[in-house]
């Protein structure tokens, strides 16, 4: 096994210790069939959809400790599960999942009946773990406007690698769906029209999303401490700065989960999520600044994890709109 490094990193918010990769498993550059180990490996022991909030983030922290395209993976097949029960039904036994619902400037997939079901097309981006996964749930968009979710066997939609140009999250394996007036049956929808964006769990799963990222963040640090075991008085400047940024970004998924676990009907869970993905996600914007002034070009060209992990967890944390979600903080009309 790899990696395991057992320090808590901060006293206010100890960060659970990455778990254990395989023997020989190349993160950098891992074929498909390793990863469905490796996800099996990292996800062992936890329990994942029973589990309430503050359980999850704990475990997703540990998850992107381990690596940050794997946590991409494993929090999308977590959220998967979790989304399934909420709707009250079983997965297909033994599949990878993920969820694959980006809309990303007016893309995504429309849908109309057809003979036997629906008959879907449209273009998708940012299917991650296209040639990993065995199944996704989907959302698609109804003439009239509304969304059905569906359950869909992904491992034989044509997808196309070459659209992703950069070497961040390339283990995630994030590609392009392109469909044309393909066959669904009316047995792959999930719950109810607009059952995706309706449920209650649509915006406390931000908060699992950030919990990776506060867990990649760590991971940032690990490396950092372990390519400078002994800085220079600039350099240790520098990694406190980010210690502290990185206590920031695990107490605010930790407070969220704190506040979804209490159940509270009068609790606004768009809020919550947004108040947490957005202090996360600044904190690591912040904490990334540094660790590339504490490194340098020789850790970030010449260090495999380094320059993996930084531009890895950059790109990822780029879900996060920051200017949308302080617009929508800053609202007076939706002040606590």
Request: charge should be negative; proline fraction near 7%.
């Amino acid at each position: 096994m790899t990696d395991h490094i057992p320090s808590q990193l901060s006293w206010l918010q100890p960060i659970p210790a990455a778990r254990l990769l395989p023997d020989g498993y190349d993160r950098y550059d891992p074929k498909a069939a390793d990863q469905r180990v490796a996800l099996a490996i990292v996800l062992d022991g936890l329990e994942v959809v029973s589990v309430g909030y503050r359980g999850l983030v704990d475990g997703l922290l540990a998850l992107g400790r381990t690596d940050i395209p794997l946590a991409r993976l494993a929090e999308g097949h977590v959220d998967a599960l979790r989304i399934l029960a909420q709707a009250a039904r079983e997965p297909v036994p033994d599949a990878w999942y993920g969820v694959w619902a980006s809309r990303s400037q007016q893309t995504g997939l429309r849908a109309e009946s057809g003979p036997g079901g629906l008959r879907v097309d449209g273009t998708l981006r940012f299917a991650s773990g296209a040639g990993v996964l065995d199944r996704a749930l989907i959302p698609v968009w109804l003439p009239d406007g509304r969304h059905l979710l569906l359950d869909l066997d992904v491992t034989d939609l044509p997808v196309d690698p070459t659209v992703w140009r950069t070497g961040a999250m390339q283990a995630s394996r994030t590609y392009e769906l392109t469909v044309a007036d393909i066959e669904v049956g009316k047995e792959s929808v999930v719950g109810e029209p607009d059952f995706y964006l309706g449920r209650p769990g649509f915006f406390p799963g931000g908060v699992g999303v950030a919990a990776c990222w506060a867990g990649g963040a760590a991971r940032v640090l690990d490396l950092m401490r372990a390519r400078h075991p002994h800085p220079s008085p600039v350099q240790q400047l520098r990694l406190g700065r980010m210690r502290a940024e990185l206590v920031a970004a695990v107490a605010a998924v930790r407070s969220a989960a704190d506040v979804l676990d209490r159940q509270d009907p009068s609790t606004d869970l768009q809020q919550v999520a947004t108040e947490a993905r957005a202090v996360t996600a600044e904190a690591i914007r912040r904490m990334l600044a540094e660790a590339r002034l504490v490194t340098g070009p020789v850790g970030l060209a010449l260090d495999d994890g380094i320059s993996h992990a930084v531009p890895d967890l950059e790109l990822y944390v780029l879900q996060q709109n920051s200017d949308g979600d302080a617009a929508f903080l800053g609202d007076p009309e939706r002040q606590p």
